[in-house]
Nanobody, 119 residues
Framework: QVLLVESGGGLVQAGGSLRLSCATS????????VGWFRQAPGKEREFVAA????????RYADSVKGRFTISRDNSENTVYLQMNDLKPEDTAVYYC????????????WGQGTQVTVSS
C-alpha cells in the first residue's frame, strides 16, 4: 500500500513561488507514476503534472508548462512540485496521487494541501 502526505501549501501573492512536497510511505519500487492534481472551488479536479518513477518521464498541463516543475528525491522518497510565477487561477487544493501499475489510473491519493494566490 502507498500512503501519500502533501505539504507546502499556503498563501502567496501573484508572481510568487511555492514548493509542494509529497512524501511517500512505501518503497519506491512499488510506485509506477506520481502525479499532482488540483481542484478549485466549483470546478472538477484537473491534472497538473506527473512523473514516471522508473524512467523520469515528466508531463504537464498546458496551463502550467514553463512555470511548474515536478521532481523527486530518491533518498527521501519524496516528489516535489515547484510552482513559480503563480497566478490567482492557480488557487486550488493540490493533491498528490500515485499508481502502482501502468494500466491503472491513480489509485492512491493524499489528503490535499491548499494553495491560495492573491492578486
Amino acid at each position: 500500500q502507498v500512503l501519500l502526505v502533501e505539504s507546502g501549501g499556503g498563501l502567496v501573492q501573484a508572481g510568487g513561488s511555492l514548493r509542494l512536497s509529497c512524501a511517500t510511505s512505501t518503497h519506491t519500487f512499488s510506485i509506477y507514476d506520481v502525479g499532482w492534481f488540483r481542484q478549485a472551488p466549483g470546478k472538477e479536479r484537473e491534472f497538473v503534472a506527473a512523473f514516471t518513477w522508473t524512467t523520469g518521464y515528466t508531463r504537464y498541463a498546458d496551463s502550467v508548462k514553463g512555470r511548474f516543475t515536478i521532481s523527486r528525491d530518491n533518498s527521501e522518497n519524496t516528489v516535489y512540485l515547484q510552482m513559480n510565477d503563480l497566478k490567482p487561477e492557480d488557487t486550488a487544493v493540490y493533491y498528490c496521487a500515485a499508481t502502482d501499475s501502468p494500466t491503472n489510473f491513480y489509485n492512491y491519493w493524499g489528503q490535499g494541501t491548499q494553495v491560495t494566490v492573491s492578486s
